[in-house]
């Protein structure tokens, strides 16, 4: 099956006991035991449920997986994935990255004996040179929140292959539709399935895919004992947002790569950031990796917040809120949003200035969405 039809069809076969076309919401704790040590099927919801092993098996099939694990947010498969590192271990992780990974990095891991090192990962030759010895991981996020920067993951695989270091990709922004980590060298990838996958901003999920056996072993052992487990009806959610992955990704792209190029050609912006056009320094790198440029772009009004301010008040259709990924187009501010955890100084090194806007390009009709854009630089 090719991506669209296994978006639609893995792991969702008609349900056995009545037909139904659709996985059914398995709103239930529990599950029957046949015989002493023999149960049916499923036991508890805590460690199974039917309707996630639908979501699991149909997300591991996207990224090429043979194991899937769901998770209640993108933020608790993030942790499940440190739950492989112990007191001593080392990670080497790009320095754009997500502000809540970063923040579960220093505020939790750190105190447990667990160290960091950030590096640019535009430059590939970066990560071998921060590798220590007791390094277990290379941590990527490509393309990057919010400036967009892509890491080079087969470059980055070597180097950690190299050391015995596992690399771990986080595979939001470009959803399994453009990019598939897994099959250009890196062990394991996980996702905020809150954004794409799901796709009308309704339900918060995270999900961790791999093909390595151990990691999977460990990463499922962490989640039944630590329980940060999605109910069924977020589950159900996310498989029927998941079903149009394809067409949506495809509608994202082409209203973003209009606003990208609206917004280039404008005297009020001073840069426009997006891997699809010609300009992005990584262009030729977002060519090869990726199989489309998603629908985030991220462009710096001259003037800072004050600025900032005047045009998302002026926005009528795009929604000022934290988030991306869904139907709806967003603008947000990373400098006050999802950056605001750094420290002024840690935003200036990872160049998220003031006038920095990032726009999740919805599937409303582009010519709207530039007439709003539009209207809205107008009045800054
Ligand atoms: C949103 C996001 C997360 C965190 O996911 P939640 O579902 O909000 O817990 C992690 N990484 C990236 C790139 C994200 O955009």
């Not at 059914?24 to 599950?31: E, G, I, L, M, S």
């Not at 694990?69 to 001593?88: E, H, I, K, N, T």
């Not at 809540?100 to 950030?118: M, Q």
């Not at 329980?227 to 977020?234: L, N, Q, S, T």
């Amino acid at each position: 099956m090719r991506f669209s039809t296994k978006a639609i069809r893995v792991g969702q076969q008609s349900d056995p006991a009545t037909g139904s076309i659709i996985v059914p919401v398995y709103q239930t704790v529990n599950f029957v035991f046949d015989d002493v040590g023999k149960p049916h099927g499923y036991e508890y919801s805590r460690s199974a449920n039917p309707t996630r092993t639908a979501l699991e098996q149909c997300l591991a099939s996207l990224e090429e997986a043979k194991f899937g694990l769901a998770f209640a947010s993108g933020m608790a498969a993030v942790d499940a994935v440190l739950s492989l590192l112990r007191p001593g271990d080392h990670v080497v992780s790009a320095e754009h990255i997500y502000g809540g990974t970063f923040r579960l990095f220093e505020k939790v891991y750190v105190p447990r004996g667990i160290s960091f090192i950030y590096v640019d990962g535009t430059r590939p030759e970066a990560f071998a040179g921060a590798m220590r010895p007791n390094t277990k991981m290379v941590w990527i996020e490509t393309p990057a929140n919010p400036l967009l920067q892509l890491v080079d993951v087969r470059a980055a695989a070597d180097t950690a292959h190299k050391r015995g270091a596992k690399l771990v990709a986080d595979n939001t922004f470009p959803s399994p539709y453009f990019q598939r980590p897994l099959t250009q060298g890196a062990d394991i990838v996980l996702h905020s399935t809150t954004k794409y996958i799901s796709g009308h901003s309704d339900v918060i999920g995270g999900a961790v895919l791999t093909s390595d056996q151990a990691a999977y072993e460990a990463i499922r052992f962490h989640q039944n004992a630590a329980g940060a487990v999605p109910g069924p009806w977020d589950c159900w959610l996310s498989l029927r947002g998941l079903k149009t992955l394809s067409v949506r990704m495809r509608q994202h792209e082409a209203n973003a790569i209009a606003i990208a190029e609206f917004l280039s050609g404008h005297a009020k912006v001073i840069e426009t950031i997006y891997p699809g056009l010609p300009g992005h320094p990584q262009h030729k790198l977002a060519q090869s990796q990726m199989d489309g440029f998603g629908g985030m772009v991220t462009f710096r009004l001259d003037g800072g917040g004050e600025q900032v301010r005047r045009f998302v008040k002026v926005l009528k259709l795009f929604i000022f809120a934290e988030s991306l990924g869904g139907v709806e187009s967003l603008v947000c501010h990373p400098a006050s949003m999802s950056h605001a955890t750094l420290t002024a100084e840690e935003r200036k090194k990872v160049g998220i200035t003031d006038g920095t806007i990032r726009l999740s390009v919805g599937i409303e009709d582009v010519q709207d969405l530039i007439e709003d854009l539009d209207h809205a630089l107008a009045a800054c």
